[in-house]
């Protein structure tokens, strides 16, 4: 830890502090642009779950939406009158 302590001070950070300053600024962010492309696929299947999820609860009511006008026809026609 002195040897690295003594080095840091006899290099150049303390004239230039702000190039190694941006030089870890820079990893630090090409290290979250990884976890963001690893994190990705996650979030693409959440939402395909979640868009799917949302079309079978659509066609559930669209179902029920037929059997209904079903129910109606079969009513309808048991009348004996037809309704337009």
């Known amino acids: 830890m002195a040897t690295f302590l003594s080095r840091l001070l006899t290099t150049s950070f303390h004239q230039y502090p702000w190039k190694y300053i941006n030089s870890f600024i820079s990893k630090v962010e090409s ?3 990884l976890i963001s492309l ?3 696929p996650f979030k693409m299947a959440y939402f395909i779950n979640n868009f799917s999820f949302f ?3 659509v066609s559930l009511f669209v179902c029920q939406i037929r059997e209904l006008q079903c129910m109606n026809e079969r009513l309808i026609s ?3 009158v ?3």
Do not use: M, P, S, Y
Request: glycine share 6%.
């Open 55 to 57: 079309l079978r609860k």
């Open 31 to 33: 290290f979250k642009a």
């Open 82 to 84: 037809t309704w337009i």
């Open 38 to 40: 690893f994190v990705l």
């Open 78 to 80: 048991r009348d004996g």
